[in-house]
């Protein structure tokens, strides 16, 4: 099954500015199971999606899905596949150690990019359960074995040690604790930030209320609009060069979680479209 078959007239993906690489990695998953079935079951809800998003119709820009990658190197070659072509590469998790994959294609690719994650957790561990590939050292990789600069938003979970890892690395950060009365900040981007961004989103970033379905649904998360808000703001102020959605776990009996994550999904394609249409 492809992302939001049920709309899109089939095209080769040369022809498509967005690319859904599924990949269903779960191999240091700690606490809530069932991320290895997050891709699949966000393709199923796309299904039931309108192909207008409330604003236009971001698939007449072109989605195609590619083949599961089932390992990070899998991950990397799809993801070079798609810059090489011009496109959006747009990951769906799995675990957020999935992005790793991402990101060292990106950083393979040659220009400078930046890292913008909407998540509850900070995962500036350099290790994890005897691990330096968890899901809880993913951003710690980026920003020092990969030189990414790196701004968290939403975080509300952070051990002491990665409050020094974010001193060190000069990681932006807009704390969940921070953003949950006032208006949201004009400047997400710190100056001399790369134009080129990578936007990886752990759906445990938005409050549980809005997606429950997480290994770790942290209390005190980021609104749906606000949310939306966020994404359309950091789309408007940067070149989007490629996104995730990691860390779904279905509920059995419940549809809530993945649909919402498809139109999380679906919603970040049109406001990276229409920014690119708008863009000079």
């Known amino acids: ?23 269903p990695l779960a191999d240091t998953v700690s606490y809530g199971q069932g991320t ?14 309108e ?48 992005t790793l994959g991402a990101l060292r294609a990106m950083a393979a690719a040659g220009d400078p990019v930046g890292v913008v994650q909407i998540d509850a957790h900070a995962d500036l561990r350099d290790t994890y359960e005897g691990s ?6 993913v951003m710690r990789r980026a920003v020092e074995d990969l030189g990414m600069p790196l701004v968290q938003i939403g975080v509300r979970a952070i051990s002491e040690p990665e409050l020094t890892v974010r001193e060190r690395f000069k990681v932006a950060s807009f704390d969940a604790a921070d953003l949950r009365s ?5 400047d997400w981007l710190p ?14 970033g938005l409050d549980p209320s809005v997606i429950p379905g997480t290994g770790t649904p942290e209390p005190g998360g980021l609104g749906w609009w606000q949310t939306i808000d966020i ?23 419940s549809h809530v979680s993945e649909f919402a994550a498809a139109r999380l999904v679906y919603n970040t394609i049109g406001a990276i479209r229409r920014a690119k249409d708008a863009a000079p």
Not at 3 to 13: A, H, K, N
Not at 59 to 72: K, N, V, W
Not at 132 to 137: D, E, I, K, N, T
């Open 132 to 137: 330096q590939l968890s899901h809880a050292c």
């Open 36 to 49: 290895e079935q997050g891709p699949a079951a966000l393709i199923a809800a796309s299904q039931q999606l």
């Open 1 to 23: 099954m492809h992302f939001l078959e049920s709309e899109i007239e089939r095209r080769p993906r040369d022809a498509c500015m967005f690319h859904v690489i599924p990949a």
């Open 231 to 253: 994404i359309n703001q950091i789309t408007r102020a940067c070149v989007v060069v490629g996104f995730d959605i990691v860390e779904l776990a279905p509920i059995a009996g």
């Open 51 to 98: 192909a207008h998003d409330g604003t236009d119709v971001p698939l007449r820009a072109g989605i195609f899905t590619t083949e599961t990658a089932t390992s990070l190197d899998l991950i990397g070659q799809e993801v070079t596949q798609s810059l090489a072509m011009g496109a959006v590469p747009v990951l769906l998790g799995g675990e957020h150690t999935v």
């Open 191 to 204: 100056e001399g930030f790369p134009p080129r961004v990578y936007l990886t989103i752990d759906v445990d």
């Open 182 to 186: 006032a208006p949201l900040p004009r």
